[in-house]
């Protein structure tokens, strides 16, 4: 593990608070910044739809929680005010698109996005219908921007929607990039994987890493599938990878599916190493989850509660007096796009009679020239495409924790 930190360092970033980009320049609270120009004390509306009930209730609450937060820090510098209202989606791509127009009824002219893929790729569709920007804080599929993509470079070039934008990696970047991390720093010769074959976001993932992996010559001895219907039993997929002697499991899944994986494993006799993505992101919280299993399993993601720069230390003490809890990467991302959308309206002359559609193309042409220096990442810039540009950071867990690689 010492080794992997070591190799890891390189790519680790350190992280500020301070937003720019062209013409558009803006400070955040915590800088002492001043108050938007040309912004007057307008109130902009903005909406975002996640699952704040039911299995992926983690992550829509904790995007909730750090938009409010970002919200709260922006409206205490008294120029442009953010209303922020979240609906409920239960993590499906019916009701997003219910609780989508739910929000426009109430007036909304920016929209967060949906927090998970399925239901972002749902409404996003509408959002491009209705001209109204759209920055998802980890809705990470290709699906979601619009498009195919090269599982390799992550390139969308088809079915482009103009107003969508993600905060977090898209999903072939994450795939691609466990590739490159696994073969650089030796951490598996035979490598086994189980993913999710109906979930836009795991295939995904999963068909970029293979991509990448056969490329840098990766052994995967071992490719096995779940659906929703099916991942409470994974006693097939453990012994595959057993059986075929891997010695890493790539887990390109959500929490949930991996505490039980883990704890299964376990019961079967087989503790390898195991390395996820930005959905193990909640493995510590599963309840009656032992958490010792998690011990050394490795991540890709863009944020460290536990790094020490002031941005991050002061947005994970907020967080715990408001919430009672350690913020995610979902948190912090959810942040970063209320302070991004904030930034890229510095210097325009915007008001609450602001059409949606006519924020929408401000909103576009900012994001696209811009630079966004934030919690998960700095120098953040964003392509035609929609996608983010912003190095992720390896993790591990350690004594119930996560630990950063830096």
Not at 159 to 169: A, E, G, T
Request: charged share 15%; glycine share 12%.
């Amino acid at each position: 593990m010492k080794k992997f930190l070591a190799m890891l360092l390189a790519v680790v970033m350190t992280m500020g608070l301070v937003a720019c980009g062209g013409n558009n320049q803006g400070k955040t609270p915590s800088d002492g910044g001043s108050q938007p120009s040309g912004s007057g004390a307008a109130t902009i509306k903005i909406g975002g739809v996640g699952p704040l009930t039911g299995g992926a209730a983690i992550y829509g609450n904790a995007a909730k929680g750090g938009a409010e937060i970002a919200a709260e820090e922006i409206n205490a510098l008294g120029g442009l005010q953010i209303d922020l209202r979240y609906e409920d989606d239960a993590h499906d791509p019916e009701k997003s698109v219910n609780a989508y127009n739910t929000l426009k009824d109430w007036g909304m002219q920016v929209f967060l996005g949906s927090v998970t893929s399925g239901p972002g790729a749902a409404t996003a569709a509408e959002s491009n219908a209705d001209h109204m920007f759209y920055l998802t804080p980890s809705a990470s599929s290709t699906d979601v921007i619009g498009g195919v993509a090269n599982p390799l470079t992550g390139t969308v070039d088809i079915n482009r929607r103009d107003n969508v934008f993600q905060m977090c990696f898209v999903d072939p970047n994450q795939g691609s990039a466990s590739a490159q991390y696994i073969k650089d720093n030796g951490l598996g010769s035979k490598i086994a994987v189980i993913y999710k074959n109906d979930d836009i976001y795991s295939t995904g993932i999963y068909n970029s890493f293979a991509a990448k992996a056969a490329e840098l010559g990766l052994e995967i001895v071992s490719t096995t599938t779940f659906t929703t219907d099916s991942q409470t039993d994974f006693s097939v997929q453990i012994a595959d990878a057993k059986n075929n002697g891997a010695d890493l499991v790539y887990l390109p899944t959500y929490y949930e599916a991996n505490a039980l994986i883990l704890t299964q494993a376990n019961a079967a006799g087989y503790n390898p190493k195991y390395f996820g993505v930005d959905g193990m992101d909640g493995i510590l919280s599963v309840q009656g989850f032992d958490t010792s299993l998690a011990e050394g399993v490795m991540l890709l993601t863009p944020f460290n509660a536990d790094a020490e720069d002031e941005a991050t230390k002061s947005f994970v003490k907020k967080y715990q007096e408001k919430y009672g809890d350690i913020p995610n990467q979902f948190a912090a991302d959810a942040y970063d796009c209320v302070y991004a959308i904030y930034n890229a309206l510095q210097g325009e002359v915007v008001s609450a009679d602001t059409s949606a559609s006519d924020l929408c193309d401000i909103l576009i042409d900012n994001f696209t020239t811009m630079t966004f220096d934030g919690l998960t990442g700095e120098s953040m810039t964003w392509a035609d495409t929609g996608a983010v540009s912003k190095t992720p950071k390896g993790m591990y867990i350690q004594d119930g924790a996560y630990v950063g690689m830096d």
